[in-house]
């Protein structure tokens, strides 16, 4: 398999970094519009890069499991548009989808783990999902049980993405994994915003947009030229 070196995958990574930087200066600023606007193109404009730099293999196994990742994080993103309990519960559903079709994407790469051969890396993600599910557990409420699956099943994203650094070329294994750990810094964001000690400002939910936009890049461009590079 080979990546495409035409130039739409150029343009729609480029688009894909300005609709970005308009979302975070829109969060910033306050101005709905603007995040109305630009947030549902991000996704697709990043899966839309995956399937035209991988052709045909983007629809392949593992991914597959990437794309189908991508549009799960779509839809949520729409659901946490709105407002509302309901809002917020179904885009952790469609995020906790999209997290699981990372893993399988991840460990479907053949070959030797990190994580694996060294179980001591765990205790650093075990000892985060203890000391945030603490931070936030008064505040949850009802939606303490979801939180705890949904940032263990998170975790395991960030796990696994570490597991791969030794199956595909360390700079890209590394850039899936820093990638990870945005998403967990993104969503630990949301999390204390939602039920801890932090209150929602416009600077907070640009943070959590600059964090997620950059996560979503560096997952899906480095684990895209890591299997090309097998």
Sequence with gaps: MHLDGGMLPS??????VVVGALDV???AASVDTVVVATKP????LLAAWLVATARRQAVRSPLAWLLAGLGFAWLGDLALMADGDLSFALGLVCFLAMQACYILAFTRVPGPGLVRAWKIALVPFIAYWIGMNLLVWPGAGTMRIPVLVYSAVLLAMAAAALDLVLRVPRPLGWRV????????????LIA????GPLESSPG???AVMATYIAAQALIVTGFARAVATR
Excluded: H, M
Aim: charged share 5%; proline share 3%.
């Design 41 to 44: 193109l991000l996704v697709p």
């Design 25 to 27: 200066i829109g969060e």
């Design 192 to 195: 204390v915003t939602a039920f």
């Design 177 to 188: 994994f820093w990638g990870a750990a945005l998403f967990v810094v993104s969503d630990s």
């Design 204 to 206: 907070l939910s640009a």
């Design 11 to 16: 343009v729609l990574l480029v688009l894909y």
